[in-house]
């Protein structure tokens, strides 16, 4: 059973472009979270989404930053107009569909550089 | 809202002495608590988790943790600590109702000598 899957693993970026960041969640998963870590620091919870759903954004930024979950295919952490501050490392974890305390399970994560 | 706190920055033991390395929280309800590893350039591994039942949970690897409702704590153990366990331990806590997000501590280095 394949894990978690990210691409790119690394990714750089000149100000102002756009960086688009894609996770295949494991088999049988269908919830999907995006975190990310500034270096030295633990992560910090973006989105949360469900197939077509976003279910919780609270800790994704209002402006440049969208979060997408289709029907088919990887889920998309787009960052529009990226900017310095943007430079981080992008997680995203996946968890099966029953509730309960089930553990989020992480890909390798992408390395955003913007230069 | 719910925090973690991992008061040590860094945790240095010796080879084959025990480890402990620290988490307190605070959450509204009742915790789901959470232990994962990373090692460099990578992504986060599940060691063990806290849900309900007994206090006591042993994880991956020898590791394992103590629940301590009174003192809202979940410290990581493990009896007898190997070179190979330096990396960066992250403590994470959410409520077992509403957000399914994880709230994550700022990690423990673990540096253990030889």
């Known amino acids: 059973n394949a894990g978690v899957m990210q691409n790119p693993r690394h990714l750089v970026r000149r100000r102002g472009q756009e960086a688009r960041l894609r996770c295949s969640p494991m088999k049988g998963h269908s919830h999907v979270y995006w975190y990310r870590q500034l270096p030295e620091e633990g992560l910090k919870f973006m989105v949360y989404l469900q197939k077509e759903n976003i279910i919780d954004e609270s800790g994704m930024p209002k402006e440049r930053f969208s979060a997408e979950f289709p029907k088919e295919g990887p889920s998309i952490l787009r960052i529009q107009q990226v900017v310095r501050g943007d430079s981080a490392a992008y997680f995203c974890?996946?968890?099966?569909?029953?509730?309960?305390?089930?553990?989020?399970?992480f890909g390798p994560g992408t390395r955003l550089t913007v230069t | 809202a719910q925090s973690v706190a991992q008061p040590e920055d860094q945790v240095n033991v010796a080879e084959g002495n025990p480890l402990t390395v620290k988490c307190t929280y605070s959450?509204?309800?009742?915790?789901?608590l959470f232990w994962y590893v990373q090692y460099p350039n990578r992504g986060l591994q599940f060691l063990l988790k806290?849900?309900?039942?007994?206090?006591l949970v042993k994880g991956s690897y020898g590791f394992e943790a103590e629940f301590n409702k009174s003192q809202t704590s979940f410290h990581l153990k493990k009896p007898s600590a190997l070179v190979s366990d330096s990396a960066l331990y992250f403590c994470?806590?959410?409520?077992?109702?509403?957000?399914?997000?994880?709230?994550f501590g700022s990690g423990t280095r673990l540096q253990v000598q030889p």
């Open positions: 806290y849900i309900t039942g007994d206090n």
């Open positions: 974890a996946s968890s099966p569909p029953i509730q309960g305390g089930n553990e989020q399970y």
């Open positions: 959450v509204s309800g009742n915790p789901y």
């Open positions: 994470a806590v959410r409520a077992d109702t509403g957000r399914r997000a994880l709230t």
